[in-house]
Each structure stands twice: as structure tokens, then as C-alpha cells.
């Protein structure tokens, strides 16, 4: 294309040199005139074309940067689901799969020991490393026990009538979030509530499990039974 134009320049250049006389009437100035005119037009057209094209090209460029940005994006977020599932997964049958020893713990009365898959259970699901889990009695109102890790001061001052009055299963207050167990067994229900560390909480079911799992270690701890025995199918049902 460059030659094109130097062609173009040359041609430009020498028409003074190659024009002798007048053609078909026209004075000699004139058609120098018209021949430089014409040359710097096609040079001028042809510019125009390649720079069309040159345009085109890049819309299409950035056009393919953008989908691979968008494709890479989507991997990356596939990517971190599938690992965040599977870390959840892991979580939830640690969980399961260390509640007989847990009972065993409490049988044995290492109460604290007991807890502390629970614990570290608790910290990876609300990224956040202090919490306080209540068991509250729903009929009078009184707190049955509290599980404290590291500060959580402003959970603490939450009064237990604005737990219990919330109908919600999560909710946020004083700068804390709360969540309430799934379950009600018998009159008692479990709060989990964590220091508000980001805006949006990735997964409120796994924390509502938490909340229920920790009414069922205190259901544990204290060595009761829930469980339900249907008498009408002989079927005996968790509550």
C-alpha cells in the first residue's frame, strides 16, 4: 500500500515535467492542475478505504478481546462456584460425620473440645472470626447458653426480646448479623450472630444449618433426645 502511495507522489511530482502543451483545448497549467487534482484524489480515496478497513479490523479486535474477557470471566466464577460447593459440601459432612464423636466428647465431659469442629465450622462459613451462638427458652425469654469466639461485643448487646420478636430467619442489627436455626425443637431456638464484615452473605442456608447444628450439639450436651416417635407408622422422626 505504501508503494501505492509513493507511486501516487511521483506521478504528482513529474506531471509539471510530462505535461508539454495543450490537450483538447485545455492550457497546459490547467491540466497539470487536473492531473495533480486526480492523483491526490485516488491517493486520498484509497487512504480513506484502508483506514475503513483498518477500523473495521480493530472494532473486530476489541470485539474478540471483549469475548474472551467475558469467557474468561465466566470460567473464573464457574471456577470459584464449583470450589466454593464442594468447600460447603466438605463443611456440612465434616459436620455429619463428627457428631458421634462430638456425643462421645460430651459424655466424657469435654464440653469445649466438643465444640470446636463446630467452631472452626462456623468461622470459614461467615468469614469472620468472632461469633456468639445463643440457645434461647422461647417461652421465657432467657438465654440457656452462649457460645462466645473472639470479640463480639456488639452481638452480646443485642437484646433477646429483638431476636425473639424478629420473624425473620436472617436480619441485621447493631452491626451484626443474625440467624436464626431452621428448627424450633421443643421451645428452645439457636441465634448465630457475626460482626457485619462485607456487604452481601453468600449463603444464608448454610448459615441457618449452623444455627440448627448448634441446637443439636446443646440438644447433645445436655443428653436429650430429639427425636419423635410416630406411634400411628412406628416411624421415629428428627425434629
Known sequence: MYWMYLFLFLLAVLTPEAVRGTFFGVSEEVTETLLVLLFGSVGFFMFFVKEK??????????NLQREKSEITKDLSD????????????????????????????FR??????????????????????????????????????????????????????????????MFEEGG????????????????????????????????ETLATQALILYLLERGMDFSRHDAATGETQVL
Open 53 to 62: 478497513s483498518l477500523l473495521r479490523h480493530l472494532r473486530e479486535k476489541l
Open 78 to 105: 464457574s471456577y470459584s462456584y464449583i470450589g466454593e460447593a464442594n468447600r460447603k459440601i466438605d463443611l456440612l459432612k465434616g459436620l455429619i460425620l463428627s457428631l458421634p464423636d462430638t456425643a462421645d466428647r
Open 108 to 169: 466424657r465431659g469435654e464440653t469445649r473440645r466438643a465444640y470446636r469442629a463446630f467452631e472452626r465450622s462456623v468461622i470459614t462459613a461467615c468469614k469472620s472470626p468472632s461469633f456468639l451462638v445463643r440457645i434461647v427458652d422461647s417461652e421465657r425469654g432467657e438465654i440457656e447458653k452462649e457460645l462466645r469466639v473472639g470479640k463480639c461485643e456488639s452481638c452480646i448487646r443485642i437484646p433477646i426480646g429483638t431476636l425473639l420478636a424478629s420473624s425473620k430467619k
Open 176 to 207: 451484626c448479623v443474625v440467624v436464626r436455626s431452621r428448627e424450633i425443637v421443643g421451645h428452645w431456638t439457636a441465634f448465630l450472630s457475626f460482626p457485619k464484615r462485607v456487604n452481601r452473605i453468600d449463603d444464608p442456608g448454610l448459615l
